[in-house]
């Protein structure tokens, strides 16, 4: 969970739940291969450093996310995609953390601080809320998404062909 004064923002755990055999598949941004699971690369997307216009007059529209707190991915794995950019992770204000990309969203809405949010999570949300996208020199890059299930998970003819038919239309190998 993610805690900022009296709202809670709740993270689901999708590994455990395809672990313990809640739910065949899970869609996730992560690209490493987590233990005693099958992960089929589907695509990838460019990422934004991201703000709510309010935080963003706070701050005098400053494109300095040092000057910024900032909402971090607590496992790392969307936020590992600019570790090779030129920023001092040892610098950033860390205020909060979660893993799941909604919740990291509604904080950063909420004015708790900016964040990294891919580009097609950006799209729709701002459909619902104004975000501010913080203008280079922080280049992203990407994240990728996937789609994981257990290795030992019964492939019966209907997941058999749901595994094929993401197979048929992922845009990455």
Known sequence: MLENKDKFYPQPDFLKHIKDKDVDFGFIHIDNQPLY???LRLWEENIYFVASPKL???HNQ???IY????????????SS?????DVDFSKLNIVAESNDTMTVLHAIADGIGIGIVPAKKLE???KYTDLVVLPAPYDTGKVVY??????ELDLNPIRKRFVELLEENREIE
């Open 37 to 39: 699971m099958k992960r």
């Open 124 to 126: 729709f949300y701002k």
């Open 81 to 85: 995609k600019i570790n090779n950019l």
């Open 62 to 64: 400053s494109n300095d």
């Open 56 to 58: 963003y007059e706070k």
């Open 67 to 78: 000057e910024y707190p900032v909402v971090a991915y607590t496992d790392r794995n969307l």
């Open 146 to 151: 996937s789609v994981i299930y257990d290795s």
